[in-house]
């Protein structure tokens, strides 16, 4: 079994921009504009607009709603300290500073630009 998720965005040049520059996906060669998959490694991130959503979708947010409510996305990375001063030398703003937590991995959150939280984490406790 995989996982593969797919975002709803206000704004996908904006996503593209954030999940390749500042996290380091790969955008495919051919983008359409109203529907992109983003790659890094193994993690796919399917990147869709919110305005093409039937307005009787489930996942359609209405104007004002907060989206991503109720949902993190973990991704787990070889160098989490890497990452994380890339992020800051992007100065995209970070939500909680890199930390050992109590059960023993680093990690550090950011929202993307649609608001959905991201808890970037190590992959083993040595890091």
């Not at 991503?68 to 909680?96: F, R, S, T, W």
């Amino acid at each position: 079994m995989e996982l593969r998720m797919e975002l709803f965005v206000k704004d996908i040049e904006k996503s593209m921009e954030f999940y390749s520059n500042v996290l380091g996906f790969s955008l495919p060669k051919d983008t359409n504009k109203s529907y992109i998959s983003v790659r890094n490694d193994e993690v796919v991130i399917g990147l869709g607009e919110m305005k093409n959503l039937p307005e009787s979708h489930p996942l359609k947010a209405p104007d004002g709603q907060q989206i991503g409510l109720g949902v993190e996305i973990v991704l787990e990375v070889e160098d989490v300290k890497a990452v994380y001063n890339k992020v800051l030398a992007k100065e995209y703003p970070i939500q909680a500073r890199l930390t050992r937590r109590p059960w023993g991995l680093k990690d550090f959150r950011i929202m993307d630009p649609d608001g959905y939280y991201l808890r970037i984490t190590s992959a083993t406790a040595n890091d």
